[in-house]
């Protein structure tokens, strides 16, 4: 099993930032990939980025390109999501997951693990 873990979450002012962290422990994914997904009230879930843990290669969703960055901290077992230019539209549930594979994919149905969720309200 694999044991993951956000935090970061919080309220923010339109254009202000946050860090979203997520550590996974447990069984190792370090072959495999992470995922960040975010949920907004009355939605579905939505893909926001992945990286790799093995080469770093990193998907972004169009939405958020040039406003999120995700990276990895390998010796932490921990991804990062920064967010900077925040919106109200940004405003959601934010999810970490962890899938076996290394390929990266905005399918959820490809991440095995998934984290508590973190809020994240960002006002106008």
């Known amino acids: 099993q694999v044991q993951l873990v956000e935090s970061g979450g919080g309220l923010v002012q339109a254009g202000g930032s946050l860090k979203l962290s997520c550590a996974a422990s447990?069984?190792?994914?370090?072959?495999?990939?992470m995922g960040w997904f975010r949920q907004a009230p009355g939605k579905e879930r939505e893909f926001v980025a992945a990286i790799s843990w093995r080469s770093g290669s990193i998907y972004i969703t169009n939405s958020v390109k040039g406003r999120f960055t995700i990276s990895r901290d390998d010796a932490k077992n921990t991804v990062y999501l920064q967010m900077n230019s925040l919106k109200p539209e940004d405003t959601a549930v934010y999810y970490c997951a962890a899938a076996l594979s290394p390929v990266l994919t905005s399918s959820a149905r490809e991440y095995n693990y998934w984290g508590q969720g973190t809020q994240v309200t960002v006002s106008s």
């Open positions: 447990g069984r190792t994914v370090s072959r495999g990939a």
